[in-house]
């Protein structure tokens, strides 16, 4: 009855849609299928796809973290003014990683102690991270430009390795890293269970709390490495991310592939299912020249129909209906 | 001589001395007195009024530049400057022109978002009688005065620039790229359609792609690197503002293009923007200095208030210069740092 008895769930309409525009679009576009097209692709959904990877472990243990892309920004940023300023590279790095895994640990403190509900904790938690980012530490422009002193740091985003860009291999090894942390690990299992159904969980022995904290912890760090990536790569840090779509953009993948939001249900090959699908969807049209906000107008169509798909497919029955879907 | 004519020479010579010593007091007289007659009245047109600036963000350099120019200069004569930031929000920057309104600062500086979003609300504060300055962005409405580049002709310009690159009777594939902004942002609006008028007049080259990134380096880099990766022999790429043509920049960069694919863009001339020249991340850029603008909003305002007609009786379009840079240029000191500006807006 659960999602992952599902002969034909979601995750497999998806990869479906994704395998068919993917030989539609190498059918029909010249160099769509050129190795370096592939990486190009690949290198423009890599953080996101590693932001995803972030937010379903969240998700798993029926949380959301609403905060993590504008705990990316404002660490990225600082971390790039503080080296800009004079601060060793290593220090700066450190300091911006201490302050996106202060920041999560209060999300996570903040929902698992005071057990305020995980949509308004990391919502308010986003805003405050942002404000006093802007107000205290990000003085200058809302822009942080990638200083010369960044060094052998800068080739996170630009580099290349074997021909393969780096940011692709670094989000297949945090895939490749979370799979086995949620497959083989006792808290990787635990965050499932949490997710499941919590109170059987805590009757189970399960340590409830400390395990939600875990989770927004480890958001907090996947946030900090999405945005050294993200920066080195546009040699800058732009704060106004944060304004932006993105956050939905990260729920998006993650849901698309068939995870739910209701905790407990779904892996990594869920989120890079998704993403596969918003890269190859993206790519296609930037090819075609098709206009930006005609882009969204057709991404949001072919989220549409693969959730309509899925109604169809699998109904909702009275028991997935009790599971509260967001 | 006898002695009478000798008194009368004397006379006539004392006289003559008086004469001269009167006219000559008279000017000493008027280059004494303590103030000249223009300047009294002129700067009481100023003292005591309040300038409120509202640009779309105070976050970023060029918003900084102005403000911190108007502010200074506002300050020096005595007027009350304040300064609100929407951070990017439309709808908080709409709520805070109202508010504005209703609380009747002496002028209003702005930037609009797009062409649509303040255009109602200016004209009503002209109405109230409040000296309107607009930046950069051009609304639909015009009031006061308008301060910007003119971006049809700075559009014109750099296709100028691509044509001479790119064009007929260059041995190169004439393929050029467009990165555009926000669609409907004045700045790129109107740049675009001057690019195109000209491109328009040479057949001869192919666009490409011609897509929004909206003013985001991220997606400007994506779109960059897609098109390349399409069009190897890609000629030339236009971006329309230096903020996010560095993620453009960076894509042809990293492809190693830097020295086939020319790169132009143009910005208020940050110190960002000198960086990136002198690495080649841009091949030009055309400037069009935003303390220059802030200098020329700070004229506007003079103006406005001098001229006692109350806000919207003469209005103005204030067309800032610009000057093409490229890597050549770049000398210590030719760009200004957003940080000094930032911190006067403090």
Known sequence: MFGNSKKFGQEQIVFAITVAMFILFSLFLDNFLAADNIFALLRSVAVLGILGLGMLIVVLGRGIDLSLVANMAISVAWTLQLVGTGTPLGWAIAIGLGFALVM??????????????PLFATLAMGTFVYGFGRAHLITGTDVVYLPAEFGWASHIGQGRLYGVPVPVILAIAFAAVVYLFLKYTKPGQQIYAVGDNMAAARITGIPVRPILVLQYAIGGIVAFAAGLITATAVQSM????????????????????????????????????????????????????????LQNVIKSLILLAAIVADSFINPRDEQTGQQGDI | MDVKTKLKGVAAAALTCLALGATLGATVVSAQEPNDPFRGPALETLD?????????????????????????????????????????????????????????????????????????????????????????????????????????????????????????????????????????????????????????????????????????????????????????????????????GIGT??????????????????????????????????????????????????????????????????????????????????????????????????
Not at chain 2, 267 to 284: I, P, R, V, W
């Open chain 1, 104 to 117: 999560s640990l209060v999300s996570g403190l903040l929902i698992a102690y005071a057990e305020i509900p």
């Open chain 2, 48 to 244: 005591g009024k309040w300038v409120a600036y509202l640009p779309i963000s105070a976050g970023f350099d060029l918003a900084q530049a102005w403000g911190g120019v108007v502010k200074t200069e506002a300050e020096r004569y005595g007027m009350k400057f304040t300064i609100q930031d929407p951070n990017w929000s439309t709808d908080a920057m709409a709520q805070g022109m109202t508010s504005l309104i209703a609380e009747g600062p002496d002028v209003i500086v702005t930037q609009n978002p797009d062409t649509q979003s303040l255009a109602r609300l200016l004209m009503q504060a002209n109405k109230k009688g409040i000296v309107v300055v607009q930046m950069n962005m051009q609304g639909a409405v015009q009031t006061d005065a308008f301060v910007g580049p003119d971006y049809i002709a700075l559009g014109r310009q750099i296709a100028g620039m691509m044509v001479d690159r790119c064009g007929a009777g260059t041995d190169t594939s004439h393929k050029v790229s467009i990165v555009q902004g926000v669609l409907t942002g004045g700045v790129s609006y109107f740049q675009v359609q001057g690019i195109m008028e000209v491109l328009g007049e040479h057949p001869e080259i192919e666009i490409v792609s011609s897509q929004a990134a909206d003013w985001d380096a991220s997606k400007a880099r994506a779109i960059t690197e897609t098109v390349l990766q399409q069009h190897p022999d890609l000629c030339g790429v236009i971006d329309v503002w230096d903020g996010q």
């Open chain 2, 249 to 346: 920049g960076a894509a042809i960069k990293q492809a190693g293009l830097s020295d086939k694919v020319y790169m132009v863009t143009s910005g208020g001339g940050a110190q960002s923007a000198c960086d990136l020249l002198k690495d080649g991340t841009f091949s030009a850029v055309v400037n069009y200095d935003a303390p220059g603008m802030g200098r020329d909003a700070w004229s506007a305002i003079m103006i406005a208030l001098q001229n006692g007609q109350g806000g919207g009786a003469i209005k103005t379009m204030l067309y800032s210069p610009t000057f093409v840079m490229t890597k050549d240029d770049v000398k210590d000191g030719t760009c200004w740092d957003a940080g000094q500006y930032a911190a006067m807006l403090r």
């Open chain 1, 238 to 293: 732009n704060t106004r991310i944060v304004n932006s779509n993105m956050i939905y953009d990260v729920i998006l993948i993650v849901v698309l592939g068939g995870v739910s939001l209701s905790g407990g249900r779904g892996n990594v090959r869920n989120v890079i299912v998704g993403t596969l699908l918003i890269g190859v969807l993206v790519n296609g049209m930037t090819i075609m020249d098709i206009q930006y906000t």
